[in-house]
């Protein structure tokens, strides 16, 4: 089955304490990127990659960092965690070299609460 | 800069009326325009991709149209059904920038049995 994955799925965590949420695609998509969620703000881009080795910061990249080491895999790392990084993740995965656009893919999301 | 507005912002309707939602957006230089499912703190399932040169999109119970002239898309739910009840996020996709995609903040649906 096609799919984003995410892990874990909920998170509780103090401040200060690092940590990482791993995000893997099956479907061999170059694009990924990570998003988060907070009411009245909607969804926002923290940091997307093109294809390995490519990244590059989105609307809200500060307080976060992300690798792409191989394709499958982007991991969000949250080095030093503040409360105001409590809120609802989303990895996204899509394909890319198109001049239509393609459809993009959700992960189930990551509930971090930052105490 | 893409801005995605989402207009009502919730709605209440009675089961089997149709639902209308409608999303509109500020730049029509776009790849295509992508419509979501959200149940409360639950993952973001695509229902609807319109690329730019389509008019509309159908599966199911469920039609997108896409006016990018004006920067106007609607969804439409025939014969909506408690289960229908969730958010619904317009998001598209820019052809400038990094193309990201830009998302509305949501119209919040429920379907009153």
């Known amino acids: 089955e096609a799919q984003v994955t995410q892990n874990p799925r909920y998170l509780i965590t103090v401040t200060g304490k690092k940590l990482t949420v791993t995000c893997s695609q099956n479907m061999n998509h170059e694009y990924m990127s990570w998003y988060r969620q907070d009411p009245g703000l909607g969804l926002r881009q923290i940091y997307y990659?093109?294809?390995?080795?490519?990244?590059d910061k989105g609307d809200v990249p500060e307080g976060y960092k992300v690798s792409r080491k191989e394709k499958r895999n982007f991991p969000l790392i949250l080095e030093s965690p503040s409360p105001n990084q409590t809120s609802l993740y989303f990895c996204?995965?899509?394909?890319?070299?198109?001049?239509?656009?393609?459809?993009?893919?959700f992960g189930p999301g990551t509930r971090l609460t930052v105490l | 800069k893409q801005e995605v507005t989402q207009i009502p912002a919730a709605l209440s309707v009675p089961e089997g009326e149709n639902l209308v939602l409608n999303c509109s957006f500020t730049?029509?230089?776009?790849?295509?325009l992508q419509w979501f499912r959200q149940d409360p703190g639950k993952g973001l399932t695509s229902l609807l991709l319109?690329?730019?040169?389509?008019r509309e999109q159908t599966s199911g119970r469920l039609n997108a149209s896409l006016d990018k002239s004006s920067g106007r898309s609607t969804l439409y739910i025939a014969a909506s059904q408690p289960g229908d009840s969730a958010t619904y996020l317009c998001?598209?996709?820019?052809?400038?920038?990094?193309?990201?995609?830009?998302f509305g903040k949501g119209n919040q649906v429920v379907v009153i049995p």
């Open positions: 990659s093109m294809n390995v080795e490519v990244t």
């Open positions: 730049d029509s230089a776009i790849y295509n």
């Open positions: 996204a995965s899509r394909e890319t070299g198109s001049h239509l656009g393609n459809e993009q893919f």
């Open positions: 998001a598209v996709r820019p052809i400038y920038g990094n193309n990201r995609l830009a």
């Open positions: 319109i690329q730019s040169s389509q």
